[in-house]
């Protein structure tokens, strides 16, 4: 393998967390071709936008952000120095053909299941210019297979452990960009995860699209699911956190909620979306849980663990949602008193079955559901947050604050929170009593 060392990368992330762990696979993989990161765009050789599908017009951003890409490969072209230009993730799934006929000056164009085949792309294209590519398979072949060891970048990583989704609803278009379902075998798992404790991992993320639907085959080829695969991590040295991510309610069994019980290790964090509290809307999304199904393990978490804090998403303003749906979500937020939540207003997603659906809502109304919605979980998160001063918590710090001196990190609950602190407790999980708290981070003192 031809060694590229003095040329550099920039990768942009959109989206979720899934994204951010693809791009932090695609940076090891040009980094073993010798790569280094830029620090911005213009100074690098290779430019990657790994693209996210989930809102509207993301296809569009995605065009504009190439035609400023675009502008810097001529600017530098213009002083001798060869730009390639990828674009990666669900964007490139969902488009398609139609990226290279937009943007033909894209060098090249990869699928989310198919990144690990960057290296031998981007040698291919630095050694014959005129190379391009569009592979957007969904074969089954694991893309996990074919990526080099994963390795900490910090005191948290995520651990992809399962990617796809069958769930179809009606509004998502992730099984279009992600494919089915797939579970990585519990050995190749727990070999990363004791990769990503050596070199410096204190918390691990496992992260997938319907994460707790896992059922990857351990070493007898016997399928496991996440209860079993949480206590196998939890029993790696060095793994002093651990969370999961994203649950789909039908999906949490009683062997899960068990592991809040007894898994010390576990996160008292929880983010369990509902998207709606109206059993007629949430039946019109595909989702194959009722609000009472949910209440009831919201419930059964709590007997479980009662320090555990919830968080979920939350879409207003689905095709055919009335004023009467819309005040059981709120009705729903009063009783589980989450800690955090995302919420926004539906969108069509084009290939979608909701997009198509009778009964869309007009912006307006849309608009006015969410700020009554959010002004709700705000409030919430807030309370939430005040009750925490006082209290000391373990703060896992991840870098560096706003201000001189600060260090950033997260609390078991997955709030913000910023501190002095000496560089030196970067990456470490530390006692720190919370003295201040607003909505969206706290302060503290290390003690
Ligand atoms: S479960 Fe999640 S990823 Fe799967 S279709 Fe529904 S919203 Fe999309």
Redesign the pocket.
């Known amino acids: 393998m031809a060694n590229y060392s003095g040329k550099k990368y920039y990768i942009k992330t959109f989206g979720c967390q899934m994204n951010v762990y693809d791009s932090g696979r695609m940076a090891s993989l040009l980094e073993a071709m010798g790569l280094a990161k830029a620090s911005e765009p213009a100074a690098a050789d290779v430019i990657i936008f790994n693209t996210c599908h989930i809102r509207e017009k993301a296809a569009e951003k995605v065009f504009s952000d190439l035609g400023r890409a675009y502008l810097i490969k001529q600017e530098r072209a213009e002083k001798g120095k060869d730009t390639i230009i990828g674009v990666t993730g669900c964007v490139v799934q969902a488009e398609d053909e139609e990226i290279l006929k937009r943007a033909p000056y894209v060098d090249f164009a990869l699928g989310p299941l198919r990144y690990f085949r960057l290296r031998e792309v981007v040698q291919e294209i630095f050694d014959k210019r005129e190379a391009k590519l569009l592979d957007t398979d969904f074969s089954a072949e694991s893309k996990f297979d074919r990526l080099p060891e994963n390795k900490a970048e910090g005191g948290c990583s995520y651990l992809a452990i399962q990617e796809g ?1 069958n ?3 009606t509004y ?1 278009v ?2 279009y960009t992600r494919g089915i379902e797939m579970s990585r075998p519990v050995e190749d798992v727990l070999k990363e995860a004791r990769r990503l404790a050596e070199t410096g991992s204190v918390e691990l993320n496992l992260l997938g ?2 994460v707790n639907s896992y059922h990857g085959e351990d070493a007898s080829g016997r399928e496991r699911n996440l209860a079993y695969l949480l206590n196998k991590v939890a029993e790696i040295d060095g793994i002093k956190r651990i969370r999961y991510t ?1 649950s ?1 309610p039908a999906d949490v069994d009683d062997e899960l909620i068990r592991c809040h019980k007894e898994l010390d290790k576990l996160m008292p964090y929880l983010h369990l979306p509902i998207q709606s509290g109206s059993d007629a809307v949430l039946k019109k999304m595909n989702r194959r849980h009722t609000r009472d199904d949910y209440l009831r393990i919201v419930e059964k978490l709590k007997e479980a663990n009662p320090d555990i804090g919830m968080s979920s998403d939350f879409i207003v303003g689905f095709p055919g949602e009335t004023d009467d749906d819309f005040q059981q979500t709120i009705d729903v937020v009063n009783r589980v008193k989450y800690i955090q939540a995302f919420s926004f207003k539906y969108s069509r997603r084009p290939g979608t079955p909701a997009a198509v659906m009778d009964g869309q809502i007009e912006e307006k109304v849309k608009k006015e559901r969410l700020q009554v919605l959010q002004d709700l979980l705000f409030s919430y998160q807030t309370q939430f947050n005040k009750n925490s001063i006082g209290k000391t918590m373990q703060v896992l710090f991840e870098g560096r604050g706003r201000h001189r001196g600060q260090l950033a990190g997260r609390t078991p609950y997955m709030q913000n929170l910023h501190a002095k602190a000496d560089i030196s407790l970067l990456n470490k999980i530390v006692d720190v009593r919370i003295t201040d708290a607003s909505t969206n981070s706290l302060s503290g003192e290390v003690v």
Request: glycine fraction near 0%.
């Open positions: 989704c769930n179809f609803c998502c992730v099984p699209q319907n994203t789909y």
